[in-house]
């Protein structure tokens, strides 16, 4: 039992060693202070539609201390980035997280992030800067919402090829990224994986190790052919004597029929029920069938493998690029290591520990807004109400007429097409008034 106790303990300690060991290159929570160690760029200012980032815990939150950047202003652009000591992550494990929360119910825009190499102007940093990754969320209508992971290599961006759907509510969650020095990687929303494999399959990075032989050809007997009609297969006597029509024998000559005039008389043919169509022999399985021919593969002359497929040897700067047609997109918890064990602790240790009481903010916000709507909107009485005040006003109207015709006619008594002429206007507006519901007498 010692000896168990012991070796728990051990492997404890060795859990902390390795996680203070852990090589943390940049580590941002949006403290104070923050803005001495982010640069926010000068794009697209000139023509005014670069957006302003707020530091703030959101419209709800499980932490009203503990803030992060986000933007403020709709269809505005967005960039901001920050610098850290040049690395490369060349025979280590390369880890990026960070944490968005889409308060404005985004339907278009992205939520994803950076990484940059080399020497970046910050002040000019846009969407045609260069970058060498770029991962996180991305949103447009029904079509779009998933994980973008671009990574680039000579030159060009090369996106996922494989589908990772990402989280469309709005509350905060967790991306990471993981690449591995034998060239596979894992992408986790909220410390669970939801995506794994390799450079080489999932992203076209490289030509094809293998192609299709384009010398090859089909042998002449080969037999793609499936199925066959069935040579014993007789058609039965007599089956092309069945008619396709038949005379109706439910039709009758009309009565009036003359066959002077009209002709010989001759009944309606309607569909035969024995005809069956054309006859064809039934199919059987072909025994030389040998399946679809394909050409065989044969190592590609155009493939060279790269032992440094996943290194990107000058990474220095994390950055934020976006158009946002809703703006409320707040990032926060920003992580780059080399220890996946690391990220995961503190992904525990800030979105971990607040989720349930952000979830419950959210609720609470959301319940009062669903209250605040419902006294806004008219009851069912005030409708009915409304509808009744109309008809009465529309037949005190016409009553009104009614009276004026009235007074009319007493006036011109002495001219008689004068009076004729009140009295049918006044018929005509007690006939009106008659055509109303029910609930207009009432008033």
Known sequence: MAKSILGLVSLILIGLV???SAAVIFEERF??????????????KDDQSAGEWNHTSGNWSGDANDKGIQTSEDYRF???????????????????QFSVKHEQKLDCGGGYMKLLSGDVDQKKF??????????????????TKKVHAILTYNDANHLIKKDVPCETDQLTHVYTFILRPDATYSILIDNVEKQTGSLYSDWDLLPPKKIKDPSAKKPEDWDEQEYIPDPEDKKPDGYDDIPKEIPDTDAKKPEDWDEEEDGEWTAPTVPNPDYMGEWKPK????PNYKGKWEAPEIDNPDFKDDSELYVFPKLKYVGIELWQVKSGSLFDNVLICDDPDYAKKLADETWGKLKDAEK????????????????????????IFLCFF?????????????????????????????????????????????????????C
């Open 126 to 143: 846009g969407g045609d800067t260069p970058y060498s990754i770029m991962f996180g969320p991305d949103i447009c209508g029904y079509s």
């Open 283 to 286: 199919q059987i399985k072909n």
């Open 78 to 96: 967005y960039a901001i980035s920050a610098e850290f000591p040049e690395f490369s992550n060349k025979d280590k494990t390369l880890v990026f």
């Open 31 to 44: 403290d104070d202070g923050w803005e001495s160690r982010w640069v926010k760029s000068e794009w697209k």
């Open 18 to 20: 390795a996680i203070a």
């Open 390 to 442: 109309c008809q009465c006003s529309e037949l005190i109207s016409l009553c009104m007429s009614c009276f004026q015709a009235e007074d009319e006619a007493e006036e011109d008594e002495g001219d008689e097409s004068d009076t004729e002429a009140k009295i049918e206007a006044k018929s005509e507006v007690s006939e009106e008034t008659s055509e109303k519901d029910a609930t207009a007498h009432v």
């Open 360 to 383: 419950a903010a959210f609720d609470e916000i959301e319940k009062k807004k669903e209250e605040e709507e419902s006294k806004d909107a008219p009851a069912e009485t005030d409708v």
